[in-house]
Nanobody, 117 residues
Framework: QVQLVESGGGLVQPGGSLRLSCAPS????????MGWYRQAPGKQRELVAA??????TNYAGLVKGRFTISRDNKNTVYLQMDRLIPEDTAVYYC????????????WGQGTQVTVSS
């Protein structure tokens, strides 16, 4: 069973930046859509951003203009997060599957992002 391996979370001050990475554990893994979801304490998991193998992207309204998702030819997906605000604090999960607008079957283990002064 393929795993999605995440890295790059941490503590950052408001206005700062972080970059998350997610790579599949098997080199021959591929999925049409790869993306990031997040879950804050007491809230439901929500889509942050996703990208297809063809480069089509989907962003949540709250992160548009601040976050950028990208993907390389080895199916590693990145989330560049700029101008972070405390409301971005959550566990961020990598996801892969067929659909750009809904989560797929594969999930990463999650990485904590905390925005605080």
């Amino acid at each position: 069973q393929v795993q999605l391996v995440e890295s790059g979370g941490g503590l950052v001050q408001p206005g700062g930046s972080l970059r998350l990475s997610c790579a599949p554990s098997q080199s021959d893994f591929s999925a049409n859509a790869m993306g990031w979801y997040r879950q804050a304490p007491g809230k439901q998991r929500e889509l942050v951003a996703a990208v297809t193998s063809g480069g089509t992207t989907n962003y949540a309204g709250l992160v548009k203009g601040r976050f950028t998702i990208s993907r390389d030819n080895k199916n590693t997906v990145y989330l560049q997060m700029d101008r972070l605000i405390p409301e971005d604090t959550a566990v961020y999960y990598c996801n892969a599957g067929p659909w750009l607008y809904s989560p797929g079957h594969y999930w990463g283990q999650g990485t904590q992002v905390t925005v605080s002064s």
